[in-house]
């Protein structure tokens, strides 16, 4: 009796133990999209598949978003067609439950996110060359740089909005951890985005090595705009001239940078590749462009309209068609296109401008605002004279630049700038361009955590 | 490992030392029968000497005998379940030999019924803890979409809320208020033994997701006529034996035996029909254009307004089609049930067999359940007995859209009545959409979900020497979820179809050994232990497979080569594993005083690495004050019982595969032609179950002989580590906006009472009362760091925020409707006026569960008739009643019919209307967006409901003779026969979405064009032979 007990006491033991077997442990999922995060970055060829996502990051935000939401603020364009999300945006009245605005927020920090888990792991994953271990840090920098400085101009008030810019800018972001970050001055803001610039110029390749990688002179040519945002024109001039005197950009040869001609791409200094198959040119032509006559998402507005077809000869202007509702671009017709992000026509109609407001070396300047008129119309006819002065050669320069870079998101940026360089009865669809509208709001998501400061609303209406 | 192995040997060492307290040797025996109430023996009752651990299972004869026993005086104590327990004293002489005989009664009086409990059974009388238990008869009374809903009003402190009038549609429980927000709060289901899987947000083929509130719910594949019982543990004392999966509460579902010698069947058929227990009131044509017409003009317009679809004003004029008529129907039901039991000296059969049609009241929509279960046990020697319990079930939903997704909603919401059915020239309507035709959609739009799921369990239980029982179980449970949908060629428009198919599988199994020993240390002083392990593991998987071109559903068709199967199949995979090391020490002084220790400890895959195990202990007392001597006299208080029990459990239904591992996606090629890698999921080794700490003190009471029974409890649980998906800021910068920690803080305190009132308990007349109501303070103590904005109940505008309860409704407050000019006035975040809806100015304005709710019954019987009048309640709850802002507001471009109650709008300047002036312009109503959340929607949820009212007429003994039947009864039952509620809308008692935990647990109460409950009239027959 005593020794059946032992052995079924016995047995039942065995069998518990047998729960514990390892084996049954053992539940990896074995996703194959999906690498636990002690297997991820083992090798330099991981970090760059990091650098890559950040790549794609930067790809979608910049094919679309960037341009219209800086556009739908500006007086280029009229109030969207249907899409509530939009038309807050042009009523300069968005608010945190704006979804397509959180999302358009948080692409630039998934962007930094990337640029900050390169920088937080580079030094844990071995077998670097030197060389391509600063490269890749000075990419994250570039990327983190466009990141914030997206972020800047579109959720805070411009540099020179204060002072001191002592105003709010924007969270920045400096390690890949969730910690708590609260919003930075503006002053400090754009410190840290010249100071990561700054830092990735050396370390960065001098050509482009995969098409969309950032090179040196692509990190030069986003401090340059950097600098032309803070007013700071000898900055613009020392990067720009760098880039010109490089050699390796030319002027398009095409006035439509957008249609898909190889001959665009060698003006293009950073831009975002768009193939057949990927359509990453889908968004932005989605929401400018319509068959015939039918009213686009977003409309030209007719203050451009007029600006643009205002001179006879001007090979821009067929680019602008009347249609239901007012006026459409038709920049963005063909199936697919690259997408410019930072480009030699800016470059040159920066330092113009630049040169103009310091009354530096106006030649250069006329001969950069001529590159660009001779273009748009085939010969010299309305080149503006050589010993034409700085102010000629600002207003040139300012409208050159509007239409070049029309529907880019480019102006309203440039109305900012104005106004807070001091200049008089700046104003953007009758509202002055400071008031609260004209910055957009955070998501709902940024005040989760107590002590995040939004935005202040309305007073552009 | 080392650990574990120690654990084991203490277990040895345990059984030994129990072993070794073994002694006997005495002459005189006590032998007797044991009959039911007519007089047919009874197998497998449990005869015990009063005071000791010595106890007898009878025979199939009902027999039993205690032999060797010392001279002497003897209690003899029999128990069945579902009978009263039966005590006789036995004087005992040396050598003589006793025979004595138990006559058993069927137990209505719950406090000496033996309960099921944690890894085993406890007769009431000596449970520490809070459990409740509804038996077999309540389950199949009335007919339910599924058997969580037998619950609704049955025990106090369980909250249950049926979804929708959908076939199989699942409903919310709460056990004692809500303590989790992005964890599921859903008690712990297991079923004889094994915890089921019961993930409600099985994916479907439509979206991949939710599909319009057409949630698959995994407890429809129950059969309700399997279950003899269903115990709810609601208390640490109770639950801590579950460990870290326990602290939701615990539904324990023991399926039936054979009670009887003998062969046996048992048929029952119902059939009955179901229709609308309350109809939207939508517009009718000439109203919907009279009311158009009007906003219109209020705007500034002259002529007629646009219409949609391009309709003429006079087309719209000459079509009225009622779309809910179109769309409902009276819908028929039947439930065959055939049951066979067989029980000899060994073997202990039960097989059955149920078939339901569930047809609701929306045409097109049917749950067809074929069940298959058989339990069998038998004694393979005197200490070895083998169990083998199966079941199998096939359910068939047929579906057609609803909610948000079409069909019923769409005719409460964007199929305008000035939209034919059909064109002049015979074809279907779909100018204005084809989703906007609800009938074109159900005749071109096939959808059906099947659900197989099999239950296997096998039980070994070994008593090696007297009073210790090894028990062994394994089990199965296998869950497929397959989802179709077949778009036909009009809908597609290509000349064949589309077939989408999602299909969820789930394999889960677990092992159980226990060991319990029993012991008399004293003569009245009893010891009992358990120890056990338990293993389980859970996998589940996702297929998603699309074709084009392909002539039906994947259900009756074999794609072949010329199909083009759309994108590449997505399969994900989750596994979870538990691991879990458990005991229990019941202890008893003079059958008054109870002592329960209780105590689990679980590993579990899903719990991050610096929070690898988790321990779970509780500790339990009761104490019968009416069996002291200052009581034990009382004539009026006939029985008292104290209880307090306090302890800790867990909860960690958060599913998914290691939830807290941080992983990298890697992409071949995202842009550019390049691989790339990033982080998906943020890392939290921190990640863990959320603790619950209870303190629980009840009072059993029996007043004037049990003719008042009655338990009176009040809880306090404070919950910690409460998982918040918190949306995280986006500077986060990380790929998915939300992010799960343990980081609130929850308290629950509430108050239960529950009692049977046996009013009148005569032979022949006896009226019954059962009532029964809780009340759960519920409060929201900590949130971290975060804001009301980190959690958001989905789409419905309800928050977690700090102070307030779990699911509070955060809304901009409305204020009144201008007289001057009828724009309606909101009220900012300080209380003052403005015409500016701003969702800045949202506050707390109420909160979605009830202060009190319950059910209250009626029994009357006489001699053959039975009456049962069930009703529930729900007082000072709120509901959202979120399509009113799109019915009842602006006549905007989203083309939705509104409901009649808008004809209270103003109209001229002085008018005090309900609603305010009619427009097309959503800068009226003071907003940038069209469809506006204020509290002008949140209305008070209170209601009381017949929930069912049944008459039954049982056969006579001399009817039953002459038919040669065992048994039989005829019944009537009609269910949601009226309800009292201020609630203007449809229903309030409503689950919108289970598209999530967060959802489930913030947001049940908000109706967003659901299906109202349904009214079920239906006559049963049950024949016993």
Known sequence: MKRNTLYLIGSFLLLTAFFSCKKMFDVDPNDPTQVRKADALKKPSDVQEVLNAGYDNISNLFNGRVQYYGELLSDNVIAPKSNNDYNEVYNRATIFFNTSIGGFYGDMYKIIYKANTVLDFIDIVPDFTASEKARMIAEAKFMRALGHFTAVRYFAQPYGFTTDNSHLGVPLRKNSLPEVTKRSTCKESYDFIIKDLTEAIPDLAEINLNNTNATKYAAKALLAKVYFQMNNFAGVITQVNDIVNSGKFGLADSVNIYDNSVGAKKEMIFYIKSANNDQKSGDIRGNYHDVGSNQPQIGVSANLYAEATSRTGDKRSVYYAPCVGGFRSLKFDSNYFNIPVLYLTDMLLMRAEALAETNTNLSVAITDVNSILSRAFGGISQNISFGSGAETIKVAARMERRLEMSMEGDRVQQLKRMGAKGELNVRIRNAPWNCNGLTLQFPASESTIKGFQMNPEGGCN | ?1025
Not at chain 2, 29 to 34: H, T
Not at chain 2, 145 to 163: C, D, N, R, T, Y
Not at chain 2, 548 to 575: A, F, R
Not at chain 2, 896 to 904: E, G, L, M, P, R
Request: hydrophobic share 35%; aromatic share 12%; with cysteine.
């Open chain 2, 1 to 1025: 490992m080392n650990s574990k192995i120690l654990h084991r040997f203490f277990v040895l060492f345990c059984l030994l030392f129990f072993s070794a307290q073994l002694k006997a040797q005495n002459t005189a025996s006590i032998k007797g029968k044991m009959l039911d109430e007519k007089s047919e023996p009874m197998a497998f009752a449990i005869v015990r000497i009063d005071g000791t651990t010595t106890a007898q299972n009878t025979d199939a004869d009902g027999n039993f005998e205690f032999k060797s026993l010392a001279a002497g005086n003897y209690v003899m104590v029999a128990t069945y379940l579902g009978y009263q327990t039966n005590k006789q004293a036995v004087k005992l002489a040396a050598g003589e030999i006793k025979t004595i005989k138990f006559e058993m009664q069927t137990d209505n009086k719950n406090l000496n019924e033996v309960v099921v409990v944690g890894y085993g059974t406890q007769v009431r009388r000596e449970v520490t803890g809070a459990v409740a238990k509804i038996g077999s008869k309540e389950l199949t009374a009335i007919p339910l979409p599924s058997v969580e809903a037998a619950l609704q009003g049955k025990a106090a402190g369980v909250q249950v809320s049926i979804g929708s009038g959908l076939a199989g549609a699942a409903a919310v429980v709460k056990i004692r208020g809500i303590a989790s927000v992005s964890a599921g709060s859903d008690p712990l289901y297991v079923v004889d033994g094994i915890p089921i899987s019961q993930d409600y947000f099985m994916q479907n083929a439509t979206d991949k997701g939710n599909g319009g509130g057409k949630n698959n719910n995994p407890l429809a594949t129950l059969n309700p006529d399997d279950i003899e019982s269903i115990e709810i543990l609601k208390d640490a004392a109770a639950t801590a034996i579950y460990g870290s999966r326990g602290s939701n509460g615990v539904i324990i579902i023991t399926t039936k035996r054979a009670k009887k010698k003998g062969l046996r069947f048992d048929l029952s058929i119902r059939e009955g029909i179901s229709t609308m227990a309350s109809r939207p009131k939508m517009m009718n044509n000439k109203e919907y254009l009279q009311m158009l017409q009007e906003a219109f003009e209020n705007d500034g317009g002259v002529g007629h307004p646009i219409l949609p679809a391009g309709l003429s004003w006079d087309q719209a004029q000459a079509t009225n089609t009622d779309w809910v008529k179109e769309t409902t129907h009276i819908g028929f039901k039947q439930t065959y049930s055939l049951g066979t039991s067989y029980a000899n000296k060994k073997l202990n059969l039960y097989v059955n067999t149920t078939h339901d049609n569930n047809s609701t009241y929306i045409i097109g929509d049917a749950y067809l359940r074929s069940t298959l279960r058989a339990n069998l046990d038998y004694q393979l020697t005197k200490n070895v007995k083998l169990s083998y319990l199966g079941s199998y079930v096939n359910g068939i939903n047929k579906r057609v859209d609803g909610g948000w997704g079409g069909g019923m909603g769409a005719a409460m919401s964007t199929a305008l009545p000035i939209y034919p059915i059909k064109n002049s020239d015979g074809g279907w309507f779909t100018g204005a959409g084809p989703n906007n035709n609800p009938v074109f959609m159900r005749e071109n739009k096939t959808q059906r979900t099947q659900q197989q799921r099999t239950l296997q369990g096998l039980v070994l239980d070994i008593t090696p020497i007297k009073n210790l029982i090894f028990h062994l179980n394994g089990n199965y449970d296998y869950l497929d979820n397959t989802d179709d949908v077949y778009e036909d060629t009009a809908l597609v428009k290509q000349t064949k179809g589309i077939a989408k198919r999602g299909a969820t599988y789930t394999n889960n199994y677990n092992i159980i050994a226990t060991a319990s020993y029993s012991q008399t240390l004293k003569s009245d002083q009893k010891l009992s232990y358990l120890l056990g392990s338990e293993y389980q593991r859970t996998k589940s998987a996702f297929k998603y497979l699309e074709y084009n071109n392909i002539l039906g559903p994947l259900y009756n068709t074999t794609p072949v080569d010329s199909n083009l199967k759309i994108g590449t199949n997505v399969l994900s995979k989750s596994i979870s594993v538990f691991d879990s090391y458990f005991g229990r020490v019941n202890y008893s002084l003079k059958d008054k005083y109870f002592i329960s220790l209780n105590g689990r400890a679980d590993y579990s895959s899903t719990f991050g690495e610096n929070y690898r195990w988790g321990f779970f202990p509780a500790i339990g007392a009761g104490w019968i004050i009416s069996d002291e001597k200052f009581l034990k006299e009382n004539k009026t208080l006939t029985f008292l019982k104290a209880r307090a029990s306090f302890g800790k459990s867990g909860n960690s239904n958060f599913g998914g595969s290691y939830p807290w591992w941080g992983r990298y996606k890697v992409n071949p090629n995202v842009y550019n032609g390049v691989p790339s890698r990033y982080v998906e999921i943020y890392e939290n080794p921190d990640f863990h179950w959320e603790t619950t700490t209870t303190f629980d003190i009840g009072f059993d009471f029996s007043l004037f002989s049990e003719r008042i029974t009655g338990v009176l409890e009040y809880y306090n649980k404070n919950t910690k580590d409460v998982i918040l998906s918190v949306s995280v800021p986006n500077y986060y910068g990380f790929q998915s906006g939300n992010y799960a920690a343990n980081v609130g803080k929850i308290n629950n305190q509430g108050i239960e009472f529950a009692t049977k009132l046996r009013v009148v308990d005569g032979n022949k007349l006896r009226f019954t009362i059962d009532f029964n109501i809780a009340r759960n303070y519920n409060k929201v103590l900590d949130i971290g760091s975060y804001t009301e904005e980190a959690v958001s109940g989905g789409t419905n505008d309800t928050r977690i925020v700090e102070g307030q309860p779990v699911g509070t409704n955060y809304l901009v407050r409305f204020s009144r409707i201008d007289p001057t000019n009828g724009k309606p006035i909101y009220f900012d975040k300080q209380g003052n006026e403005t015409y500016k809806w701003d969702p800045a100015n949202r506050v707390p304005v109420g909160n979605i569960y009830p202060k009190a709710y319950g059910g209250w019954s009626n029994t009357l019987i006489y001699n053959h008739w039975e009456l049962d009048v069930n009703f529930v309640y729900s007082i000072g709850g709120k509901i959202y009643d979120s399509s009113s802002k799109r019915q009842l507001g602006t006549y905007d471009s989203d083309n939705w019919n509104h409901t009649q109650d808008q004809f209270d709008r103003w109209q001229k300047p002085g008018d005090n209307a309900a609603y305010p002036i009619l427009t097309q312009d959503k800068a009226t109503y003071g907003s940038a967006t069209p469809w506006i959340n204020t509290d002008l929607w949140l209305k008070d949820a209170s209601y009381m409901r017949l929930r069912s009212l049944s008459l039954y007429y049982s056969l006579t003994e001399k009817q039953l003779k002459k038919a040669k039947l065992a048994s039989a009864r005829i019944g009537f039952v009609s269910t949601n026969v009226f309800l009292f509620t201020k609630f203007r809308g449809l229903d309030p008692e409503v689950v919108r979405d289970f598209e999530n935990a967060t959802d489930r647990n913030t947001s049940p109460n908000i109706t967003y064009l659901t299906p109202p409950q349904e009214r079920t009239n239906s006559i049963s027959i049950v024949i016993g032979f």
